[in-house]
C-alpha cells in the first residue's frame, strides 16, 4: 500500500464528444465562420420585419376565434377529398412499391434489375411532393387526381426503400430453409421473405397514410385539390379564421392517426 | 398451422379455415374502401386531361433538353440561400427542442401538464408543413429568406424533439443513479448522468434533419420564402423550360450531396 497515490485529483472534467481535440476545435471554428458568412449574406429586411410585428398581431389576432362554422361546407369536403386522396396514393403506392422493393434488394434480385430499381427509388426520392404535384398538376389537370399521382410517387420512393432494407436485413437460414423444401420463387417470397417483413411494412404503411395527409395539405396549394386548396383559398380571401380553423383540424386528424399508428404498430409486433 | 385429415392422409395449411376467411372479409371491406374512395376522387377529373398526359408529358420533356447549363450563374446566391435556410433553420430547432424534448421525455419532465403542454408543441409543430409555415411568415414578415428560415425551424422543432426525448426516455438509469448518489442536484443529474448519454442521438438527429430540410427548403420559394424555389417558380410561369430543368438538376445535386454528408457524418457518430 506504501505506492499509493497520498493526493487525488481534485478536479474531474466531462470527455468530450469529440475526442480529436483538432477536428474538435477544426468543427467550431468552421461552423462559427460559416455561421458569420450565412448571417451577412442573409440580406434580411429587417425595417420590413420590424414592420411586420404590429401587422403579425393583428394577423395572429384575426385567426382568433377560429371559424368552425364552415356554412357552404368547403372544409368538410377539402377533408374527406384529402383523406381518400391520401387512402387511394398510399395504397397505389405501396402496390408499386412491392415489386419495386423486391427488385431493389440487393440479395434478391440479379444486378441489373437491382440498378433498375434503386433509380427508381432514388429518382421519386430526390423531389419534394410538392415539386411532383406542380408537374402533375401541369399534365393531368387541376383537382385531386393530380395530388394523388404526386402523393403515390412520393410513396414508392420511401416505402420501397424501407421494404428493400428490410428484406436485406432479413435472416438468411429461414429463407434457405424455404428454398431447401423445393418452393417455387412465388412460394419462396411468400412464405419466407414476407413473413419477417411484413409487421413492420404494415407499421409503415400506417405511417406513410399519416404523411400522405399531412402532405395533401400542401399539393392543394399549387393546385393538387384536397385541404390544401381549401386553405390557400381561405388565405387569398383573407378568411384568416377559417384557416385557422383548417390547420386545427389538420393537426387534430394527424394527432389521431399517430395514436392509430402507434397503437397498430405495437399490436403488430 | 393446423394438419386437416383428408381421405388422403394429412394436409398442412399455413391457416385454419376461420382465419383464413376472417383475413379475406378484411381484404374486401379495405378493397371496397379504396374503391369507393377512387370512385369519389374521380368524380371530378377531367379524361381528356389524363388522357392527354402521356403527350403533354413528351412535350415538356422535349422543352427541357437541353439544360440551359449558362443559367447556373444566376443559381449560386439562390442555392446558397437554401442551405442557408436550411442550416440555420436546424440550428433554431435545435435549440427550441432542447427544452422541449427535457420536458417530455416521462423521466424528466417536471410535471406531467408540463409534459402535455410539450407534446401539443411536438404535434403541431410536426402537423403543419413548412410551406404552410412560410405562406403564414411571408404575410407576417414579408417575402425573403427570413420568413423560410423560421418556418423551417418552426416545423423542425417538433420532429427533433420527438426523437430527442424518446432518446432520453431510453436512457441507462444506472448512470443516472449513480450521480444521484454523489449527492449531485437535479440540473448535475441531468448534466453529467443524461446528457452525455443522449449526446450521440442529439447530433444524430440534428444532421438527419438537416439533410431532410435542404429537401424541403428547395420548395419554399413558392411561396416566396426565399431559396432557389424562387427561381423555380419564376421559370415555371414564364415556361422557361430549360432554366426549369437545369433548376431541378442543381436541387438534385445539392440533395444528393447533402444525402452523402449527413450520412458520413451519422457513420462518424454512432
Partial sequence: MSDAPTTFPSHWKKPPLVKNSTLRWGLILGFAIYLAIGLGTMDVDWERAWDGIPKGKRFILAFFPPDFSDSRNVVLDGILESVWMAIIATVAGIAISVPVGLGAASNLAPKWVYLFCRAIVAGSRTFPEVILAIFAVKLFGFGPFAGFIALAIGTIGFFAKLLAEDIENMSASQAEAIKATGASWFQWINYAIQPQVMPRMIGLSVYRLDINFRESAVVGIVGGGGIGATLNTAFDRYEFDTAAAILLIIIGIVMVLEYISGYLRKWVQ | ?270
Wanted: charged residues 15%.
Fill in chain 2, 1 to 270: 398451422m393446423p394438419l386437416i385429415e383428408t381421405s388422403d392422409g394429412p394436409v398442412w395449411k399455413r391457416r385454419t379455415t376461420k382465419k383464413q376467411l376472417a383475413i379475406w372479409v378484411g381484404w374486401l371491406i379495405g378493397i371496397t374502401i379504396v374503391l369507393y374512395a377512387w370512385i369519389l376522387m374521380t368524380e371530378e377529373t377531367v379524361w381528356f386531361f389524363v388522357q392527354d398526359a402521356p403527350r403533354q408529358a413528351m412535350d415538356i420533356g422535349t422543352r427541357m433538353v437541353p439544360p440551359k447549363l449558362s443559367y447556373m450563374s444566376r443559381l449560386w446566391l439562390p442555392i446558397w440561400d437554401t442551405i442557408n435556410i436550411a442550416t440555420l433553420g436546424t440550428v433554431i430547432a435545435l435549440f427550441i427542442a432542447i427544452p422541449v424534448a427535457f420536458a417530455a421525455a416521462r423521466n424528466t419532465t417536471p410535471h406531467f401538464l408540463v409534459r402535455a403542454v410539450a407534446i401539443f408543441i411536438i404535434v403541431s409543430s410536426r402537423s403543419v408543413n413548412s410551406l404552410i409555415w412560410a405562406l403564414i411568415l411571408v404575410l407576417i414578415l414579408g417575402p425573403g429568406v427570413l420568413a423560410g428560415t423560421i418556418a423551417i425551424g418552426l416545423r423542425s422543432i417538433g420532429f427533433c424533439a420527438k426523437l430527442l426525448y424518446e432518446g432520453i426516455e431510453e436512457i441507462d438509469h444506472t448512470q443516472v443513479e449513480a450521480i444521484a448518489a454523489t449527492g449531485a442536484s437535479r440540473p448535475q443529474q441531468m448534466l453529467y448522468g443524461i446528457v452525455p448519454q443522449v449526446l450521440p442521438t442529439f447530433a444524430g438527429v440534428g444532421v438527419f434533419r438537416w439533410d431532410i430540410n435542404i429537401r424541403e427548403s428547395t420548395i419554399l420559394g413558392l411561396v416566396g420564402a426565399g431559396g432557389i424555389g424562387l427561381e423555380l417558380n419564376g421559370s415555371i410561369n414564364t415556361l422557361a423550360w430549360t432554366q426549369v430543368s437545369m433548376i431541378l438538376l442543381v436541387i438534385l445535386l445539392t440533395v444528393i450531396i447533402s444525402e452523402w454528408v449527413s450520412a458520413k457524418v451519422r457513420g462518424a457518430i454512432i
